[in-house]
Nanobody, 116 residues
Framework: QVQLVESGGGLVQPGGSLRLSCAAS????????MSWHRQGPGKERELVAS????????NYVDSIKGRFTISRDNTKNTVYLQMNSLQPEDTAVYYC?????????WGQGTQVTVSS
């Protein structure tokens, strides 16, 4: 079955960096686009970044452009989110996602807290 396991979250001061990882299994990872989403306190879940099958095309929500970078390693079945210049408004649970037709699969999420 499809499994997505996020890791790398934690507490970081404003201006700091974190790298999130999402290890995928149970499907042919290299044949699927991947994405990262987040859900902040009292907010709806939002798409943050997406990456194409070979990693040649990426898309970002405006609020994180220039600060976050999505990447993937198809040899390790892993997608990453490098987050720099973190701000308190980036505090959220971060989830990775894969879509198969109309069905979406999610990991358990990893908490990112940006606070001094």
């Amino acid at each position: 079955q499809v499994q997505l396991v996020e890791s790398g979250g934690g507490l970081v001061q404003p201006g700091g960096s974190l790298r999130l990882s999402c290890a995928a299994s149970g499907f042919s990872f290299s044949f699927y686009a991947m994405s990262w989403h987040r859900q902040g306190p009292g907010k709806e879940r939002e798409l943050v970044a997406s990456i194409s099958i070979a990693g040649l095309a990426t898309n970002y929500v405006d609020s994180i452009k220039g600060r976050f970078t999505i990447s993937r390693d198809n040899t390790k079945n892993t997608v990453y989110l490098q987050m720099n210049s973190l701000q308190p408004e980036d505090t959220a649970v971060y989830y990775c996602n894969v879509q198969s037709g109309t069905r979406g699969f999610w990991g358990q999420g990893t908490q990112v807290t940006v606070s001094s």
